[in-house]
């Protein structure tokens, strides 16, 4: 599409290498930027069945002779740019989205309704572009008598059903159209009440008495009856079979069926209930019973595809020439659950195998519209002509961009005053937000004496620990300790309650065992050890205070000798460990290691003597010292060993000593360790 040259006024010509046109005469580049979009030069088929490029020239991109605030700007960095670019993104997100519903078709019509609704509705660019998107593809397809639900398309788009459906609804109002309902689950809601209220009043719409028990028996299972009926009718709705078709017959038609697919055994004079569910939309029984035989038709052919269900139709032999005893209803009724679900997972599986559509677009200027989401700006439409929709012309005359001011500059003055007018629209700022530790040192600047507010948390915590513990049963597996109570009640801490006020009065006493008590158990668990410990300790005690009043009085008493003392002769242990003393010699024993008589009658001098008493000294565990014997006494050292055979050593079990000597043994070389 050639223009006139902006300089010259001569006709210019497109350059695809240059990629911008070019003026015959004067050479001057139309687009500076030389920028084009990968689609460029793409046609398509239009309604009247010519081609036409999907991408229209609507003037010079570039916004080098407008100024703002900040400078001049740049090329391709304009509001006007970056919103044809918007526009043309969202047309060919558009045309991918009715490749994939497999209706091309309706590309051109959904594109012109968009370009109309972000001109009239001023919607954003975001979000809110991409559902209207959806939304007038769905219109499109209404219009055309398409079997497209809303469902498959908030799948593509990967958008809730409950926010395409508002949007529908927008756009729909916006244009005041008056579409039929192509989509037989909005009935369902009415045939729902109307179901109910014929189950309460069963006499009045004639029901037979078996019908009314059935039908009385689902009444609970009435949610799990509609989910079935709404997977169904988006099922059916896609095959196409009944979508060119009245939709309330349909909706009854597919309620009796998930009626029959949750009670899993078709229903008693379903004729009835057919005549009784279209009355609601003056429907007559013969028109929803045939839409019934369509439909129960279409699930018997998919029950052939579910590998677990039986078909109702077999092929007969000679042996079994007699009817079948699985009808065709039966069949379809005990089945249907399984068919809906195994035709869901199908359908998911062919969506997620397919590429994601996507959809770019630039953000533009907050300050620049006013839509609702507070992302891009909206379109404004400037030739007034809403109601030709068929052509492309109208879809490029709805693309909301002002070039006329931009196709008519002849000199600077001209985009000087576009510039002004362009930036004279009051500019909305944002509200700044500061960061919490500058807006809290601001406010203690501006007023040092206010208190903080307490924060939530600490109030939500005050409120746990000072309310009545019965009222918080059912929030705290384990109640409050009575330490924590404190702590909530005063504002010291843990450090200003004293250990007296964590027990009650009689509390710790009771913690401890009695005396019978304690009796009772060493009797029991024959805890003799503790006895007699016991019994030294008062002992000692005893002592203790005697020794006391003895030193008070100013008497001199003996101390109370060591235990098992006064059986060893001190003096002649003394002798033996003296390294410096030797046996030899000391009553006996000579140097030839013979034991001979003493010469001295005294038992303090004989050594062989002390050696045969030493026996007689009780050992106990727990005294540890070493015996240095000699090896010129052997008698002695045997006279030793007979007599310590027939003594009990008693003593507990302890880890054998560490290696000193290298032995491994843990002994010194002439000393050996005895546990006394």
């Known amino acids: 599409m050639s223009g006139d040259c902006l300089e010259c006024g001569q006709k210019t010509q497109w350059d695809s290498e240059l ?38 020239d609507l003037g010079n991109p570039t916004l080098k002779s407008i100024r703002n605030k900040d400078g001049r700007a740049l090329s391709g960095q304009g509001k006007e740019v970056r919103l044809r670019q918007n526009m043309f993104s969202t047309y060919a997100f558009i045309t991918s989205l009715c490749n994939r519903l497999s209706c091309p078709g309706l590309a051109s019509r959904a594109q012109a309704l968009f370009g109309q609704a972000m001109s009239k509705g001023q919607f954003r660019w975001g979000r809110k572009a991409k559902l209207t998107a959806g939304a007038s593809v769905s219109i499109a397809a209404r219009e055309s008598r398409k079997s497209v639900s809303l469902r498959d398309i908030s799948v593509l788009l990967d958008e809730p059903l409950t926010s395409l459906t508002k949007t529908y609804n927008e756009v729909v109002k916006l244009f005041g159209f008056d579409l039929e309902i192509s989509d037989p689950t909005v009935h369902l809601t009415t045939l729902h009440a109307h179901l109910t209220r014929v189950i309460s009043d069963s006499e009045t719409f004639e029901l037979s008495k078996s019908l009314a028990s059935v039908v009385r028996s689902l009444q609970p299972r009435l949610s799990c009856v509609i989910r079935t009926a709404e997977s169904l009718a988006a099922l059916v709705t896609r095959s196409g079979k009944v979508s060119h078709l009245a939709t309330a017959p349909t909706a009854c038609a597919i309620f009796l069926l998930a009626l029959e697919g949750e009670a899993r055994s078709p229903l008693p004079n379903c004729g009835l209930l057919a005549q009784v569910l279209g009355s609601r939309f003056d429907v007559k029984q013969g028109v929803v019973m045939d839409r019934y035989r369509v439909i129960y038709g279409i ?22 020439s007699s009817r079948s005893k699985v009808t065709t209803r039966g069949a379809v009724a005990k089945g249907l659950n399984d068919v809906v679900q195994f035709q869901e997972e199908i359908w998911q ?49 709805s693309v909301a961009i002002t070039t006329s001011a931009m196709t008519k500059r002849k000199n600077a003055v001209s985009s000087r005053e576009t510039s002004v007018e362009l930036t004279s629209r009051p500019i909305k700022k944002r509200k700044t937000r500061h960061d919490r530790s500058v807006e809290s040192a601001s406010q203690f600047l501006l007023n040092p004496t206010k208190l903080k507010k307490a924060t939530d948390d600490n109030q939500l915590l005050s409120h746990f620990l000072s309310s009545d513990t019965s009222s918080l049963s059912h929030t705290f597996v384990r109640s409050p300790t009575r330490l924590q109570l404190l702590c909530a009640v005063r504002s010291g801490g843990s450090d200003a309650i004293a250990d007296e006020e964590l027990f009650e009065e009689g509390e710790l006493e009771d913690v401890f065992r009695a005396e019978e008590e304690v009796n009772l158990l060493v009797q029991l668990v024959d805890w003799d050890e503790v006895l007699e410990e016991k019994r030294l300790n008062k002992a000692l005690r005893v002592s203790g205070n005697r020794s ?33 003393s030797d046996l030899v010699g000391c009553g006996g024993v000579d140097e030839e290691g013979t034991v001979g008589d003493s010469t001295d009658g005294d038992a303090e001098g004989d050594c062989y003597q002390w050696f045969l008493d030493l026996p007689t000294v009780t050992l106990k565990a727990g005294s540890r010292f070493p015996i240095t014997v000699s090896q010129k006494c052997p008698h002695a050292t045997q006279g030793l060993d007979a007599q310590l055979e027939g003594i009990e050593e008693e003593e507990d079990w302890r880890p054998m000593s560490p290696d000193h000597g290298g032995t491994g043994l843990g002994l010194h070389d002439s000393t050996d360790y005895y546990d006394l």
């Open 19 to 56: 990629g911008s046109h070019v003026c015959t005469a004067c050479g001057t580049l139309t687009n500076s930027a030389q920028t084009t979009l990968v689609s460029h030069g793409d046609s398509y088929e239009t309604s009247s069945g010519h081609e036409s490029p999907f991408v229209w």
């Open 349 to 397: 599986k062919s969506l997620c195998g397919m590429e994601k559509i996507s959809l770019n677009l630039d953000p533009i200027d907050e300050g620049d519209g006013t839509g609702d989401d507070g992302m891009t700006l909206a379109a404004s439409h400037e030739d007034g002509d809403d109601d030709d929709f068929g052509s492309v012309t109208s879809a490029s005359a």
């Open 299 to 320: 699930v018997d052919e998919w029950i052939k595809q579910v590998p677990w269900l039986q078909p109702s139709t077999q092929p007969r032999t000679r042996a079994s």
């Open 548 to 580: 006391t009043e003895s030193k008070l009085e100013g008497s001199q008493v003996d101390p109370i000798p060591p235990r098992a003392t006064g059986r060893i002769n001190m003096d002649a242990f003394k002798r033996m460990m003296d390294p410096a």
